[in-house]
DNA sequence: ACTTTGACTTCGG
DNA sequence: TCCGAAGCCAAAG
């Protein structure tokens, strides 16, 4: 094959990655986008999570633990992850004690196993 | 090719 | 702790 790897569409490593994230964790958009291959591209992990339906949307919170959704959605986040045993303090999460540590990439090769 | 879009992040006051 | 501004960046229009 040609020497430069194939990247697959940001948005599939991104979803990917949130998927990976287990129930009863959280984890971070910055953290998703780092994990997918894609560091500074926080932004784009939201436009994911809008777009691609079937994730495990509540699972991804912003910097510090903080909900991001605003209203409803909001509110319906905060109910699904304290449903599943995620605990708050105030209006965060204790990301020391729930957030989904991504296993690290080996830098040689990715091919998608693990 | 330019502009808009995103559930963001960091930093300074 | 709580804003606002600035920085961020690929995809979509």
Redesign the pocket.
């Known amino acids: 094959m040609h020497g430069k790897s194939t990247?697959l569409?940001?948005?599939i490593a991104i979803a990917a990655a949130i998927r990976r994230i287990p129930r009863g964790k959280v984890s971070?958009?910055?953290?998703?986008?780092e994990a997918a291959g894609?560091?500074?591209?926080?932004?784009?992990?939201?436009?994911v999570?809008?777009?691609v339906p079937g994730?495990p949307?509540?699972r991804?919170?912003?910097?510090?633990g903080?909900?991001?959704?605003?209203g409803e959605?909001g509110m319906e986040?905060r109910f699904l992850l304290q449903a599943e045993g995620v605990r708050f303090r105030?209006?965060?999460v204790d990301l020391a004690a729930f957030e989904y540590c991504f296993p690290r990439m080996r830098r040689s090769v990715c091919t998608g196993k693990r």
Not at 66 to 70: M, T
């Open positions: 990247k569409p940001m948005s971070t958009y910055g953290a998703v986008a894609y560091p500074r591209c926080a932004r784009h992990v939201a436009k999570l809008k777009q994730l949307w509540q991804v919170l912003g910097a510090g903080r909900i991001s959704l605003s959605y986040q105030g209006k965060r």
